[in-house]
């Protein structure tokens, strides 16, 4: 009987060794980066950095979120060309509306959502701090379904409290969420995937449609 006992406990670590999740070392001076809206694809991630990215870019979950539209960022273009404005269409009339809702991420511990994984530069981040006006960084390290990061750390945006606001169809359109950010979300779904972009609208809360223009980015208006 003690033999069996300790086959059978032999062949439960045996099991749970082989149940552990892959490792995955950060090099020194380097940071994971985790993308779930229009930061999909090395493309986009060239944009934001200034400069080509010629890193990986890994389809993960990130577990423990929910992705929403309730962010809400002023309506200034913070990278080139800096101080340009979102103008939208809205019953052939031109509006400067004060916000632009785009996505966020909320706690939700029932939910993993699928998203990018990046490798940059450490330095690189506070370019990011900047250019994701609204948004603060908060460490999902531990929060990667597919792998566990033995060295290193993992980060992703969060919007603050204060520009954290749900959409709603009150017809003022104070803030909207202007259609060239879902072509960029869509330009990033060529690439990955229609698979992924089905996954992706299955875990984002939906947004009212009302609050959806046609928009463009124009330099401010002249002052007369």
Known sequence: MRNLTLLALLIFITSCDSAQKPQKAIPDGMVGLIGYGSLTSQKQMAIQLGKPYEGEVEIVHLE??????????????????????????????SIYPNKLSVLNIRKNDSVAINCCFF????????LLDKTEKGYKRIEVTDKIQEFDVSEGKVWAYQAMEEFTEYPKEDGSYNFVLPN??????????????????????QTTLPIPKSVVLECSIVAPPKED
């Not at 800096?82 to 019953?91: E, H, N, Q, S």
């Not at 490798?119 to 506070?126: A, F, G, T």
């Open 180 to 201: 060239v950010y879902l072509e960029f979300l869509e330009a990033g779904f060529a690439e990955l995937g229609e698979t992924y972009r089905t996954e992706f609208y």
């Open 64 to 93: 423990g979120y929910q992705r929403t539209w309730s962010a809400t960022t002023p309506n200034e273009i913070e990278f080139p060309p800096k101080g340009d404005l979102i103008r939208c269409l809205l019953k052939g009339d």
């Open 119 to 126: 490798i940059i530069e450490e330095k690189d981040l506070l």
